[in-house]
T-cell receptor, first 113, second 110 residues
Framework: QQPVQSPQAVILREGEDAVINCSSS?????VHWYRQKHGEAPVFLMI?????EQKGHEKISASFNEKKQQSSLYLTASQLSYSGTYFC??????????????FGQGTILTVHP | SQTIHQWPATLVQPVGSPLSLECTVE??????LYWYRQAAGRGLQLLFY??????ISSEVPQNLSASRPQDRQFILSSKKLLLSDSGFYLC?????????FGPGTRLTVT
C-alpha cells in the first residue's frame, strides 16, 4: 500500500522551517526521501533504516519511528533551492524485498523570497 | 563513480507503435535495476525490477515488458503503445540500500 504524505503542499518564506510526514500501514525496513524539481528526475536525499536512526546533512534531516511506521523530513532555515516536490519511498520489512520502493503521492514545497 | 544513463530523453510515439527505452549503468557490477513510471502530476510507480542478467520481476500487469540482456543494461519495451502509457519513465539502480534515478525518458503517446 502507498504511504501517505502530509501535508500535500506547503508554502514558506526563505528562512522558515517545514516538516513533511510519511506514514505507512505496514512494517517498514527503510524509508527513502527524494526531492524532484519540475521536469527533472528525483534526487536522493537520504535513507533511514530500521532502528530509529535519525540522519541529516546541512539543514535537512529526517527521523524514522519504526514502531509507528512513520518518518518525518525536517527542513530548517529554508532556501529558495529547497522548492520542489518531496517524495518518500518505503521498503517493507520481513524478508527480501530487493529494494522495491512504494512512493507516497508527494508534498509540493514552495519557498518564496 | 557510478553513472546511470537513459535514452532517449524525450519521445513522441503514435498509439499502436512499438517502444524500446534503454538504461545503462557505469561504474558498478551486478546492480539491482528498476523501472518506474510517473504519470503527469503523480507519484512514482514501480514497474519492473531485476537482480541479475535475465532475471525480471513484474510489479504491475500492463502493456509493457522488460529485459536485461547484459549486467548493466536494462530495457523497457512495448509491442503496441496505448495512450495510457504516456509518462516519465525512470530507471534506477541500487547502491547498498540507496537507490538512485537516471535522468528519465519523457514519453508522449499521441
Amino acid at each position: 500500500q502507498q504511504p501517505v504524505q502530509s501535508p500535500q503542499a506547503v508554502i514558506l518564506r526563505e528562512g522558515e522551517d517545514a516538516v513533511i510526514n510519511c506514514s505507512s500501514s505496514k512494517a517498514l525496513y527503510s524509508v527513502h526521501w527524494y526531492r524532484q524539481k519540475h521536469g527533472e528526475a528525483p534526487v536522493f536525499l537520504m535513507i533511514l533504516l530500521k532502528g530509529g536512526e535519525q540522519k541529516g546533512h546541512e539543514k535537512i534531516s529526517a527521523s524514522f519511528n519504526e514502531k509507528k511506521q512513520q518518518s518525518s523530513l525536517y527542513l530548517t532555515a529554508s532556501q529558495l533551492s529547497y522548492s520542489g516536490t518531496y517524495f518518500c519511498g518505503t521498503e517493507g520489512a520481513g524478508g527480501t524485498s530487493y529494494g522495491k520502493l512504494t512512493f507516497g503521492q508527494g508534498t509540493i514545497l514552495t519557498v518564496h523570497p | 563513480s557510478q553513472t546511470i544513463h537513459q535514452w532517449p530523453a524525450t519521445l513522441v510515439q503514435p498509439v499502436g507503435s512499438p517502444l524500446s527505452l534503454e538504461c545503462t549503468v557505469e561504474g558498478t557490477s551486478n546492480p539491482n535495476l528498476y523501472w518506474y513510471r510517473q504519470a503527469a502530476g503523480r507519484g512514482l510507480q514501480l514497474l519492473f525490477y531485476s537482480v541479475g542478467i535475465g532475471q525480471i520481476s513484474s510489479e504491475v500487469p500492463q502493456n509493457l515488458s522488460a529485459s536485461r540482456p547484459q549486467d548493466r543494461q536494462f530495457i523497457l519495451s512495448s509491442k503496441k503503445l496505448l495512450l495510457s502509457d504516456s509518462g516519465f519513465y525512470l530507471c534506477a539502480w541500487m547502491n547498498r540500500d540507496e537507490q538512485y534515478f537516471g535522468p528519465g525518458t519523457r514519453l508522449t503517446v499521441t
